[in-house]
């Protein structure tokens, strides 16, 4: 799988709505950040491929633009890996060298980048010098000097720079994978042994009270609808805890048909008009529907949070 295959994965698994609601939406920026980092780390990598891609024979004899665009690609891809990664492990890692680090990853391929394309005049405030060497270079070797003060040379091999951080992304990309899918299903174990189903298994019981408030004038009608609804609020606030309280928008429009169907026959109730009420029977019958609906989409859940 390429690199840019793996970013287009870890966005479809940074938007599954556990992993989103429950740990990317916690923290203001972090969605942003993560969407923007893989972005990132895609560009880059096709930013290296262009650079692949171009034929040495177009070279000229002596080229920097190019030297100057495929490191600041890398360099630009290290900071998108960090970022992600940090993000989305929450391990405490103070700057993208921590990364490296932890990775055992050659840091000099961002300090070159810094060396002669950051502050080359200029670097560590002013403690080194850097240049390029004013010779002929190849596609992916070149020559730089400088005095750090004392005078130093540095031939870079880009084409290792390139294999190098090529494993590194993959293997950091894999982790960031791995660490969602282990932060969802730890989230899916919290509510294993409770089914959603169960909240309102019986539910046959207190909906027929009501219809017989309808058909018979039953005096109990009033004790189903608060059976009925206090199922529900149980139901809503399960799903709350699932969803850190973004419920989905196919159970959100079910409990609003739902609760317009309540409010209706809690008046029916109050104004003693439930009896021989064709409206009100018109209305128990789309709850029954709406019920047949619900249920089926709680087993789903169910059947998720229970792999």
């Known amino acids: 799988m390429t690199i840019q295959q793996k970013c287009n994965e870890l966005n479809r698994s940074i938007h599954d709505r556990l992993f989103l609601n429950n740990y990317l939406s916690t923290t203001i920026g972090d969605y942003e950040r993560v969407f923007t980092s893989i972005d990132l780390i895609e560009d880059c990598e096709n930013a290296i491929e262009e650079f692949e891609n171009i034929a040495e024979a177009n070279l000229q004899n002596r080229s920097t633009l190019y030297i100057y665009g495929v490191l600041q690609s890398m360099y630009c891809q290290q900071d998108g890996l960090f970022h992600l990664y940090r993000t989305i492990t929450k391990k405490t890692l103070k700057n993208v060298y921590g990364l490296f680090e932890l990775y055992n990853f050659n840091k000099s391929i961002r300090e070159v980048r810094d060396d002669i394309a950051g502050h080359p005049a200029d670097r560590k405030n002013g403690k080194e010098f850097y240049f390029i060497g004013k010779g002929p270079n190849t596609k992916y070797s070149f020559s730089y000097a400088g005095y750090t003060p004392h005078f130093r040379k540095v031939d870079v091999d880009l084409r290792l720079f390139i ?145």
């Open 163 to 307: 294999e190098e951080q090529r494993k590194f992304t993959t293997t950091v990309l894999n982790d960031v994978g791995k660490a969602i899918s282990e932060q969802i299903q730890t989230h899916k174990d919290k509510f294993k042994s409770m089914k959603l189903t169960d909240i309102v298994d019986n539910f046959n019981y207190p909906t027929q009270l009501i219809y017989r408030g309808i058909f018979n004038n039953h005096p109990l009608a009033e004790i189903g609808l608060k059976e009925i609804r206090e199922k529900l609020d149980t139901l809503k606030s399960e799903l709350g805890k699932r969803y850190n309280n973004k419920i989905p928008d196919s159970i959100s429009d079910i409990f609003r048909l739902q609760n317009h169907i309540l409010l209706r026959i809690d008046c029916w109730i109050a104004n003693k008009e439930l009896e021989r009420n064709t409206d009100a029977e018109i209305f128990m019958d789309s709850f029954d529907h709406q019920m047949d609906e619900l249920l089926e989409i709680l087993n789903e859940i169910d059947d998720e949070f229970g792999k």
